[in-house]
Nanobody, 119 residues
């Protein structure tokens, strides 16, 4: 098992930047991909970005060119750099660790961090 804790959320004006961090209690090396999801009030949780070892990161169309995901396996941490933030980016952001399994896949989630973008 692994526990995930997000940090770095907060209130920012439109056009501003935030950097989210996701610290894991254990090694993240075997988790592929690691990802960031978000859920806005009244909406379903959606994938923002994901990254697997040795692969090109994947981004939702709505954040391409503005957000950058990275992972540091040595520090067991995943980051989400968010630039040019928009009010529609307001949501609770969750870190996810995914591992494919023979019998079943495993998913771990953090408690989330609130990001609020004011216009």
């Amino acid at each position: 098992q692994v526990q995930l804790v997000e940090s770095g959320g907060g209130l920012v004006q439109a056009g501003g930047s935030l950097r989210l961090s996701c610290a894991a209690s254990g090694s993240i090396f075997s988790f592929n991909p690691m990802g960031w999801y978000r859920q806005a009030p009244g909406k379903q949780r959606e994938l923002v970005a994901s990254i697997a070892n040795g692969r090109i990161p994947n981004y939702a169309d709505s954040v391409k060119g503005r957000f950058t995901i990275s992972r540091d396996n040595a520090k067991d941490t995943v980051y989400l750099q968010m630039n040019s933030l928009k009010p529609e980016d307001t949501a609770v952001y969750y870190c996810n660790a995914h591992r494919f399994g023979v019998l079943r896949d495993l998913d771990y989630w953090g408690p989330g961090t609130q990001v609020t973008v004011s216009s």
